[in-house]
C-alpha cells in the first residue's frame, strides 16, 4: 500500500537510536523519525518519549527513494511546538491605539 505524504499514520517503534526512531507500520512499511521531527524543544535522552514497541502517531513527510517514510512527530502533537500558531500580522491595520485605550482603561479600572 503506497502512503502518500501528508497522512497521518500509525506505527510501531522498533529501534531506538541517539538521533533516529525506526518504526514499522502494520503493512510493514519502514519509518524513519529523525530527532528534529520529535519536537522543538531540547530532548536529552529520546527512549524516554520512544521505547520499542510502543504504537505511536506520525505523519509522513517524505518518501525516499527506497520507498521508506521520513516522517513527524511534532506535526501532529502541538505540545512540541514552540509556536503552534501560524498567525501574520496585518501591516496595515495594526489597531495598536485601540489595544493601549483598552489596556489603559484596563488600569485605571483596576485602581
Known amino acids: 500500500m503506497q502512503i502518500k505524504i501528508?497522512?497521518?499514520?500509525?506505527?510501531?517503534v522498533v529501534k531506538?537510536?541517539?538521533?533516529v526512531i525506526i518504526l514499522i507500520t502494520k503493512d510493514?512499511?519502514?519509518c524513519h523519525l529523525n530527532i528534529n521531527e520529535i519536537s522543538d524543544y531540547f530532548i536529552k535522552d529520546i527512549s524516554s518519549m520512544f521505547e520499542v514497541g510502543d504504537i505511536k502517531e506520525i505523519q509522513v513527510i517524505d518518501i525516499m527513494?527506497?520507498?521508506?517514510?521520513?516522517?513527524?512527530?511534532?506535526?501532529?502533537?502541538?505540545?512540541?511546538l514552540r509556536n503552534p500558531f501560524s498567525f501574520r500580522m496585518d501591516k496595515d491595520n495594526t489597531n495598536f491605539e485601540?489595544?493601549?485605550?483598552?489596556?489603559?482603561?484596563g488600569l485605571r479600572y483596576g485602581k
Open 98 to 105: 485601540a489595544l493601549l485605550d483598552f489596556t489603559n482603561k
Open 65 to 80: 527513494p527506497n520507498h521508506e517514510y521520513l516522517v513527524s512527530f511534532k506535526k501532529i502533537h502541538p505540545k512540541e
Open 6 to 12: 501528508g497522512k497521518i499514520i500509525k506505527a510501531k
Open 16 to 19: 531506538v537510536w541517539k538521533n
Open 28 to 30: 510493514n512499511e519502514k
